[in-house]
């Protein structure tokens, strides 16, 4: 087989849940891991700048390497050794998908390696298989505003087109919350009402993002998960009451602790202009030991160069 010489690959952050939308809501952000993949020898050479360098292992279990090898198997190529340099903006364990971002990453750049189109809806559902969940690898894959569920064990999404001018502010705090610590504390059950109004407020989430903005509050409001996760992350839980008591559409982002705001900066609709004194200071300043960041939505998702060339042109 064929192999191109050399691989790049970028892949964004993304945001899961929104609040109601539980496991199935996910958002494209405009921050991101670039991957250079580069065949030859027989074993791996990884290299990590940025986030997660000193941290994550450098070998076959590295998540970006498991994931190169499961694209490549499942597109029946045989790669011996590859040099994988990760440069990553996207925090690690913070709830901004640096899981779902590496695993979709390394699965584009198998796809990259062999010269393959790249099939977006099977990278999600090989994504998914990697990752246990669809939410965050949909965003990452498709981009814009994702919608994601499993038939059966296989993971499937469709992409909506997010308002225009839909913007986002990510509140990162300086400590981690694994997800798997974080859905550890949900309850088996709910109560009836609970679910009803969630289902309630996931729909019209729809609506509040692909057209109604002016609805995002209301939209965004959540009785399945947030609040049972509290005690994981209590500073997060008190951001996102002190930012919606402002008037802002806070929610928790995926499995936190980092905290997002949904913000429209149109003519008609000014939930939170972006860049404004209101923003930078006063009532939506990020709180001590804290990172900022003001994100754009991501509108392709997971892109693709061997060389200079797009291997798949949109
Ligand atoms: N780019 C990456 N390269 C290697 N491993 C990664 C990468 N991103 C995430 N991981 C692994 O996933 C863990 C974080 O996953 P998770 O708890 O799901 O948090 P997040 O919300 O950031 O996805 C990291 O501690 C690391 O083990
Ligand atoms: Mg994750």
Redesign the pocket.
Known sequence: MNLNPVVRVRVPATSANLGPGFDAFGLALSLY?ELTVTPGGSGVTVE?VG??AG??ALDES???VRAIRAGLESLGAVVPGFRLR?E?R?????????????IV?GIAAAYGLTGTPLDRDRVVELANEIEGHPD?VAAAALGGFTIAWTDGETGRAIRLEPEAGLAAIAYVPGT?V???EARGLLPAAVPHGDAAANAGRAALLVAALTSRPELLMTATEDRLHQAYREPAMPESLALVHKLRGSGLPAVVS??GPTVLVLTVASEEVRVLPLGSSDVSGGLAAAPDGWERYELGIEPLGVQVWSGSQPVERE
């Not at 996207?90 to 590496?102: E, F, Q």
């Open positions: 891991d990590v986030s997660g941290e994550v590295h998540l970006v990760c990553n996207i925090p690690h364990g913070r709830g901004l998908g640096s899981s779902s971002a590496a990453g965050n981690r694994l997800t798997r995926g499995a």
